[in-house]
Each structure stands twice: as structure tokens, then as C-alpha cells.
């Protein structure tokens, strides 16, 4: 089993930053690929970013350009760094760690593990 831990989240102005943070325990392997998604109040989750053992960092179009995922293997920690909050960029955010092929990184149902979630609001 692997449990993760998010934080990093909360409430911030329209163009501020934010960074996410999610460690990992139990048995941790460097080779999983890590994501985050997040979700919005009635609204299904959605893929934001992933980071490949390999390096690899496929972004949602609605945030390329202003976050950057990146891990630190060492640590067992993946980060989310997000520049230029939107209002719609409010929303629960969850990590998440698994194995899925590198085209299917945006399917969540394809991550077993999961983060219990950090909030993030951006005020207009």
C-alpha cells in the first residue's frame, strides 16, 4: 500500500501562486508515475498534470504554461507549483500514484492510490 499526504492548499487572490505538495509512504517506488487532478463542487475530476519516473510532464491544456510538476525521489514528494490562479482553477486538488501507460495518464481510474486532497480558492 502507498499513502500520500497533500498540503500546500488555500485561499489566494486572482494571479497569485500556489504550491502543492504530496508525500508519499508505505511502499513508495520511484517508478510510479504521479499526477494531480483536481474537482470543483459538482463537477467531475479532472486530470492537471503528471510526472513520469522518466521525467515525462504531460499538462492539461487549461494550465500549461502557468503550473509545473516536479519530483523529488529522494523525498518520495511530487509538487505542484501553480502561477497565475484563476477563479476557475478552484477546486479540490489530489495526488495520486500509479502505473498507467503514458497515453492514459489523464484517466484517474487508472491511479490506485490517492491523496486525501488539499483546497485551493481563488477570489476573483
Known amino acids: 500500500q502507498v499513502q500520500l499526504v497533500a498540503s500546500g492548499g488555500g485561499l489566494v487572490q486572482a494571479g497569485d501562486s500556489l504550491r502543492l505538495s504530496c508525500v508519499a509512504s508505505?511502499?513508495?517506488?520511484?517508478?510510479?508515475?504521479m499526477g494531480w487532478f483536481r474537482q470543483a463542487p459538482g463537477k467531475v475530476r479532472e486530470f492537471v498534470a503528471a510526472?513520469?519516473?522518466?521525467?515525462?510532464?504531460p499538462y492539461a491544456n487549461s494550465v500549461k504554461g502557468r503550473f509545473a510538476i516536479s519530483r523529488d525521489n529522494a523525498k518520495n514528494t511530487v509538487f505542484l507549483q501553480m502561477n497565475s490562479l484563476k477563479p476557475e482553477d478552484t477546486a479540490g486538488y489530489y495526488c495520486?500514484?500509479?502505473?498507467?501507460?503514458?497515453?492514459?495518464?489523464?484517466?484517474?481510474?487508472?491511479?490506485?492510490?490517492w491523496g486525501q486532497g488539499t483546497q485551493v480558492t481563488v477570489s476573483s
Open positions: 495520486a500514484a500509479g502505473n498507467p501507460q503514458a497515453n492514459n495518464v489523464m484517466f484517474p481510474h487508472l491511479y490506485p492510490y
Open positions: 508505505g511502499r513508495t517506488s520511484s517508478t510510479y508515475t
Open positions: 510526472i513520469s519516473w522518466r521525467g515525462h510532464t
